[in-house]
T-cell receptor
Framework: TQLLEQSPQFLSIQEGENLTVYCNSS?????LQWYRQEPGEGPVLLVT???GGEVKKLKRLTFQFGDARKDSSLHITAAQPGDTGLYLC???????????WGLGTSLAVNP | ETGVTQSPTHLIKTRGQQVTLRCSSQ?????VSWYQQALGQGPQFIFQ???????GRGNFPPRFSGLQFPNYSSELNVNALELDDSALYLC?????????FGPGTRLTVT
């Protein structure tokens, strides 16, 4: 059974700090996606990484896919209160349309 | 391009009742996945429909059932509601692996 472990589960930081969220598995994924969800709303797709070692940047967010395509990280630089939310990673196993989900990282950025 | 829509937004039901939730997929998407999400947790996969056929099911009892229509919209039906069914129900449409979510239906069972 494929599993995705996300860490940390909870994170509370001050505005301006940096943080990293990790998503790890023993399985290889053909692609991995990161989503952000705000309370009462559906998750919003932030990025998809496909190639081992790939790095993608979205403003202050940097996403990396591990060389072996088993893990990924999300780094936020100079966090702002607007970054507060639940961050979810989800992996795809190829032709399979189903995603394997991490349990999420709940981030609170305090002003 | 129309995004994913869900109806109703909120719903209150009594234990033992039945409920139907609806989802309209994004234009061009042929796959709909349904999730149950408790507060502060990640989504739990209920099932997925691909071109009107069930394409996988999570660890949910048979009283959770679904349907996908020729226009790829979908329904989630839950029979014999239990208090623990109270949650945010999300649908996501996709063409391949990237899923695009609707705003969810908040179901409260009393």
């Amino acid at each position: 059974t494929q599993l995705l472990e996300q860490s940390p589960q909870f994170l509370s930081i001050q505005e301006g700090e940096n943080l990293t969220v990790y998503c790890n598995s023993s399985s290889v994924f053909s692609s991995l996606q990161w989503y952000r969800q705000e309370p009462g709303e559906g998750p919003v797709l932030l990025v998809t990484v496909v190639t081992g070692g790939e790095v993608k940047k979205l403003k202050r967010l940097t996403f990396q896919f591990g060389d072996a395509r088993k893990d990924s990280s999300l780094h936020i630089t100079a966090a702002q209160p607007g970054d507060t939310g639940l961050y979810l990673c989800a992996g795809s196993g190829g032709n399979n349309r189903k995603l394997i989900w991490g349990l999420g990282t709940s981030l609170a950025v305090n002003p | 391009e129309t995004g994913v829509t869900q109806s109703p937004t909120h719903l209150i039901k009594t234990r033992g009742q039945q409920v139907t939730l609806r989802c309209s997929s994004q234009s061009g998407h042929n796959t709909v996945s349904w999730y149950q999400q408790a507060l502060g947790q990640g989504p739990q996969f209920i099932f997925q429909y691909y071109r009107e056929e069930e394409n996988g099911r999570g660890n949910f009892p048979p009283r959770f059932s679904g349907l996908q229509f020729p226009n790829y919209s979908s329904e989630l039906n839950v029979n014999a509601l239990e208090l623990d069914d109270s949650a945010l129900y999300l649908c996501a449409s996709s063409l391949f692996s990237e899923q695009y979510f609707g705003p969810g239906t908040r179901l409260t069972v009393t």
